[in-house]
């Protein structure tokens, strides 16, 4: 490069005035950020124990920039299979497609969907 052409400096250049909303999305200072819901959903996948099973699960989230704010795994009957539950955060375009492909992966036996209130409701029967 050469220092013959010229062009205004960092400083000098138009900054954006605009700010973030709490997604990062860049938004304009007209602009309400939008609502924030508590609503989560959590995903349960019914899988085959083997080494690296969890790992390429939690990949497909991982890959898709998709958040897991909590994970659980449990072994199932005779330890051959165990649950593993995410709850993640909605509203993500790629949730429902991160479901698909977990149901496409060979040690995943199957998948399931709650709500979140579905899931307290879940885990307080268990405790009982």
């Known amino acids: 490069m050469s220092g013959d052409m010229e062009s205004p400096g960092p400083h000098e250049r138009a900054q954006p005035d605009g700010r973030r909303n709490p997604d990062g999305t860049r938004m304009d200072a007209t602009d309400a950020a939008p609502e924030r819901t508590d609503q989560r959903v959590v995903l349960s996948a019914l899988v085959i124990n083997e080494p690296g099973v969890t790992a390429k699960v ?18 199932i009957g005779d330890g051959t299979r165990s649950r593993i539950t995410f709850v993640v955060e909605p509203p993500h375009p790629g949730i429902e497609q991160v479901r698909n492909q ?6 995943v036996l199957s998948v399931e969907e709650f709500d979140i209130e579905a899931a307290k409701q879940l885990t307080a029967a268990i405790d009982e």
């Open 102 to 107: 977990l149901q496409k992966l060979l040690p």
């Open 58 to 75: 939690t990949g497909l989230f991982a890959r898709r920039q998709i958040n897991i704010e909590r994970i659980v795994g449990e072994p």
